[in-house]
């Protein structure tokens, strides 16, 4: 049996924050930054510590992939997995986190920063109201805290080390992941599906204790080019194709409504990300998202059908789609394997958590790991406000999600 490394989970995650590791988009490298590196590298060496005894870092991506063994030669057992992020978004600045304590919050205000004047305010945050009397870790106001998702590799360090202390409890293979590059969308692109092992797998990447997300959005990404013709504006008369207004005109034949500002819960929409150009030529940026299979693909039509009404009044070329799909709606894969959820929503029975269950709307890790044949769901963590100055983590609800994790594993355990 091993010594305990931390004293508390709390004291696991400041280490985690300490470590800086803020991906960068516009890297070639995968990961990205070295700060990624440099806690993936802790990790491992935790484990190893901890005495989980088949540890392994991807020597190229740094990834590493952990498996404790099953305890039940008995029987056989499904194998489930763990998965959590290492890097932070790019929004705003991880490094230097002076993370701090607050104990009993009253659910007023939080000052955050006297000095700067930085306050979280429960008005922008209703949703954090219902927290008073717990424990929330915030920050100085100057950067992010880094729950995003440094909550979920402490909570999945955390049970592991559990595991490792109490080999009387009996238990199957339980697979970790931690990876990299997540918010820089690449966060799977080089993830060893058959080396992890896992049959099903979850990742612990969402912020409300409770969440559990069998359902994202399906993706499809869209460039539309409009060639223009330009001509000297005093000699246009009839000769003119103005590219930025056919792009204009193209936009108007889009349902008004779709937008993400006008839509929620399972509304789709159309989603104009950016649009440049001249006379010449002008070239937009579009996301289309939907949870629904059907709708989606109708979505598409809707779309091209907008551009072809176009080049039939202005001629055959005058606006060029590239269209794609990026991601898929896990449900789809989720949908044959009931257990994955089922085993999630007892746990949280058993321990008194309320479930929710409402469909991301965007995409997650475990979307893509789902269609690779990964079936895996995201589970809350008890963090909030991610990617800016107000993320929080509320110090309870971490600790209830590692009992969550670890009730998850016996479910699986007594099937
Ligand atoms: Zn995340």
Request: net charge negative.
């Amino acid at each position: 049996m091993q010594e305990r490394q931390y004293a508390s989970a709390t004291e696991r995650f400041l280490k985690y924050v300490s470590i800086d590791t803020q991906s960068d988009p516009h890297s070639e490298y995968y990961p990205s930054t070295e700060g990624q590196k440099k806690l993936l590298s802790l990790l491992r060496d935790e484990l190893v510590e901890m005495g989980v005894s088949d540890v392994r870092q991807d020597k190229k991506y740094s990834c590493v992939y952990a498996t404790i063994p099953s305890n039940m030669p008995e029987k056989t057992v499904t194998s489930i997995g763990f998965i959590a992020h290492t890097d932070t978004s790019d929004a705003i600045s991880g490094k230097n986190i002076r993370a701090r304590v607050i104990e009993n919050f009253d659910g007023n205000d939080i000052v955050l920063n006297s000095e700067k004047n930085i306050v979280t305010k429960m008005s922008d945050f209703p949703e954090m109201k219902r927290l008073a009397g717990k424990s929330l870790i915030v920050t100085d106001g100057t950067t992010l805290l880094g729950a995003d998702d440094k909550s979920g590799v402490t909570e999945i360090m955390e049970m592991a080390e559990y595991f490792c202390m109490h080999p009387e409890e009996k238990h199957g293979n339980i697979c970790i992941a931690f990876t990299a590059d997540e918010e820089t969308g690449r966060g799977t692109d080089y993830f060893d599906i058959q080396g992890f092992g896992a049959h099903f797998a979850y990742t612990v990447d969402g912020d409300m204790l409770g969440d559990l997300a069998g359902e994202n959005f399906n993706a499809a990404d869209a460039v539309v080019t409009a060639n223009g013709c330009s001509v000297h504006p005093g000699d246009a008369y009839g000769k003119m194709k103005n590219a930025s207004r056919l792009l204009q005109e193209f936009d108007s034949l889009l349902p008004e409504k779709e937008r993400p500002e006008h839509t929620r819960d399972r509304e789709g929409f159309y989603h104009l990300c950016e649009i440049k150009g001249n006379v010449e030529e002008a070239v937009a940026e579009y996301i289309i998202r939907d949870h629904d299979d059907g709708i989606f693909e109708e979505r598409k039509k809707v779309f091209m059908a907008a551009a072809d009404d176009i080049n039939k009044r202005y001629g055959e070329g005058t606006l060029v789609v590239k269209l794609e799909d990026s991601y898929y709606n896990m449900k789809r894969r989720l949908d044959p394997h009931p257990e994955v959820l089922d085993y999630a929503r007892k746990a949280m029975e058993k321990l008194g958590i309320e479930t929710v269950e409402t469909p991301i709307r965007g995409g997650t890790d475990g979307a893509r790991l789902s269609f690779l044949g990964l079936p895996c769901p995201n589970l809350g963590t008890g963090g909030g406000n991610f990617h800016g100055r107000h993320e929080f983590l509320c110090i309870e609800e971490m600790e209830q999600t590692i009992d969550l994790l670890k009730q998850i594993v016996r479910e699986y355990a007594a099937e």
